[in-house]
């Protein structure tokens, strides 16, 4: 918020606020209280910005465009852009990487491939940390300095922690990552060691770090920039205000995400939301997500739902069903208990989207697909082709529908996948019904092999031919 908007707040008694989303409590508290769930009755909180001061303004999308060209840096990082936005004052110590900024590329291989005219991908990949969380963290640690916070903490599948370890270093905090052993990429990991994060290797998988997370919520000096953290996902938001910007305000159609832990879908349902509260887009997007057969929580849920229940603005469950034991070579989104779901849902109940499965074979090939458009990213991101080429297929979208994909980790995070899959020796660990360990192949119908090639030009030549 700038200070002029702040100080009209102040005056006028409306002032950004925390509240919690579940509608018989809807208590608020101030936005400068550390507090990451609601006190009074645990539900999720929200940022709410006081958004009618701003409409009678002058039109932000121009104010917006105008930063494009200036050196400030805070006009120069795709989230404090969209500052008016955001739940701080103007003088607060921004902690930037210069994130944001991300290209949204036309994929016309990949729009074949799903059944549509022409697909678009917002590749969030690009970001400082080759990852969307950055989009979040630079909001989450300004916040930390802000709070007089010493250490940042969080769990992660990886990218996460890569992100928080970055943006902790350039703010000077103390950082620690709580990771499941043996079931991040080693390249973001390698990011994480480098940035000097404390990296602690939890004997356990991601839902069990998530709840040492919430143990270490009460320890005042510690910060938690888990996507829990409302603060998070205004940072995350701005992405819808960044593509809408970059489609002129033309409202897509249909926006798909992959969904793990759910920050980012409850992100980009909040941000469309406030631009259509201001009135500067007409109608909201589809949101839908996709989710890893073996880690579908959500999914499951939503598929249990009864046709009334998939109304506008339906009152959501109260509880979702873990997943044990979650499964996915996508480990980024290996996820049995997501902490935002309830903000998720609600934000596709509201658009009318879905929220599907993908097996292991469909992300790997939907992955390789990207890839041929010239597009690299991450097993995850890629749950998203996968998702749109089914949801096509059972005439959820149009083939002429206008639809973006949103990638959400480069392709560099999992090279191991992405060379076990061209090689041909990339294999899913799954349980028989009998509950024994199998291992099931990945045949990539993309797949890319190197060839051994003679040292001559005849030989290179006849390669070449051997593959017109
Ligand atoms: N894609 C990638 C590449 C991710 O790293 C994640 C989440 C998601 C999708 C799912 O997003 O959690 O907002 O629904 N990664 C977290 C992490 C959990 O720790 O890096 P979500």
Same mark, same amino acid.
């Given at each position: 918020m700038s200070d002029a908007i702040a100080k009209t707040a102040q005056k006028s008694g409306i002032a950004a606020v925390q509240r919690c989303i579940v509608p018989g409590c809807a208590a608020q508290f101030g936005f400068r209280e550390q507090?990451?769930?609601?006190?009074?009755?645990?539900?999720?909180?929200?940022?709410?910005?006081?958004?009618?001061?701003?409409?009678?303004?002058?039109?932000?999308?121009?104010?917006?465009?105008?930063?494009?060209a200036s050196h400030d840096p805070r006009d120069r990082s795709g989230v404090w852009r969209y500052r008016e936005l955001l739940p701080f004052d103007n003088d607060a110590p921004v902690v930037t990487l210069f994130e944001g900024n991300t290209p949204l590329f036309d994929a016309p291989r990949s729009a074949k491939y799903a059944g549509l005219k022409a697909l678009r991908l917002k590749h969030q990949g690009c970001n400082p940390t080759a990852s969307f969380k950055d989009t979040g963290m630079t909001t989450a640690v300004?916040?930390?300095?802000? /709070?007089?916070?010493?250490?940042?903490?969080? @769990?992660?599948?990886?990218?996460?922690? *890569?992100? %928080?370890? $970055?943006?902790?270093?350039?703010?000077?905090?103390?950082?620690?990552?709580?990771?499941?052993?043996?079931?991040?990429?080693?390249?973001?990991?390698?990011?994480?060691?480098?940035?000097?994060?404390?990296?602690?290797?939890?004997?356990?998988?991601?839902?069990?770090?998530?709840?040492?997370?919430?143990?270490?919520?009460?320890?005042?000096?510690?910060?938690?920039?888990?996507?829990?953290?409302?603060f998070r996902i205004e940072g995350q938001k701005t992405?819808?205000?960044?593509?809408?910007?970059?489609?002129?305000?033309?409202?897509?159609?249909?926006?798909?995400?992959?969904?793990?832990?759910?920050?980012?879908?409850?992100?980009?349902?909040?941000?469309?939301?406030?631009?259509?509260?201001?009135?500067?887009?007409?109608? /909201?997007?589809?949101?839908?997500?996709?989710? @890893?057969?073996?880690?579908?929580?959500? *999914?499951? %849920?939503? $598929?249990?739902?009864?046709?009334?229940e998939i109304v506008a603005d339906a009152s959501v469950p109260g509880e979702i069903a873990p997943v044990a034991n979650p499964r996915t070579l996508a480990t980024a989104i290996k996820i049995g208990a997501p902490v935002s779901w309830k903000?998720?849902?609600?934000?596709?109940?509201?658009?009318?989207?879905?929220?599907?499965?993908?097996?292991?074979?469909?992300?790997?090939?939907?992955?390789?697909?990207?890839?041929?458009?010239?597009?690299?990213?991450?097993?995850?991101?890629?749950?998203?082709?996968?998702?749109?080429?089914?949801?096509?297929?059972?005439?959820?979208?149009?083939?002429?529908?206008?639809?973006?994909?949103?990638?959400t980790g480069h392709v560099l995070k999992d090279p191991d996948y992405v060379s076990n899959y061209h090689r041909g020796t990339l294999a899913f660990e799954t349980l028989t019904e009998q509950g024994a360990a199998k291992s099931v192949p990945i045949v990539g119908a993309f797949r890319n092999v190197p060839q051994k090639v003679a040292a001559t030009k005849e030989a290179i030549l006849k390669s070449l031919e051997s593959r017109r």
């Open positions: 507090i990451y769930v609601c006190p009074r009755c645990g539900g999720p909180l929200e940022i709410e910005i006081p958004l009618e001061l701003l409409k009678s303004g002058p039109d932000l999308r121009e104010r917006w465009q105008g930063r494009a300004t916040q930390a300095k802000l /709070l007089g916070a010493r250490t940042v903490v969080c @769990a992660s599948t990886g990218n996460t922690a *890569a992100s %928080l370890a $970055a943006y902790a270093a350039r703010a000077e905090l103390q950082c620690a990552i709580l990771l499941p052993q043996g079931q991040i990429s080693p390249a973001k990991l390698a990011q994480s060691m480098d940035y000097g994060a404390i990296i602690c290797e939890i004997a356990g998988n991601f839902d069990d770090c998530m709840r040492l997370i919430s143990e270490l919520s009460d320890v005042r000096s510690i910060y938690i920039a888990n996507s829990v953290n409302p992405v819808a205000f960044e593509l809408l910007a970059q489609c002129d305000w033309r409202v897509p159609g249909h926006v798909v995400v992959p969904g793990g832990n759910m920050g980012n879908s409850s992100a980009l349902g909040k941000g469309f939301d406030e631009m259509l509260r201001l009135g500067l887009i007409d109608r /909201l997007p589809k949101i839908s997500i996709i989710q @890893a057969e073996g880690s579908a929580p959500l *999914a499951h %849920l939503f $598929a249990g739902l009864k046709p009334f903000k998720a849902l609600r934000a596709v109940l509201h658009t009318h989207g879905s929220i599907i499965t993908v097996s292991e074979q469909e992300i790997a090939d939907a992955k390789a697909i990207i890839g041929r458009d010239g597009i690299g990213c991450e097993p995850a991101s890629a749950t998203t082709v996968a998702g749109i080429r089914k949801l096509v297929a059972a005439n959820k979208i149009r083939s002429a529908e206008s639809v973006v994909a949103v990638l």
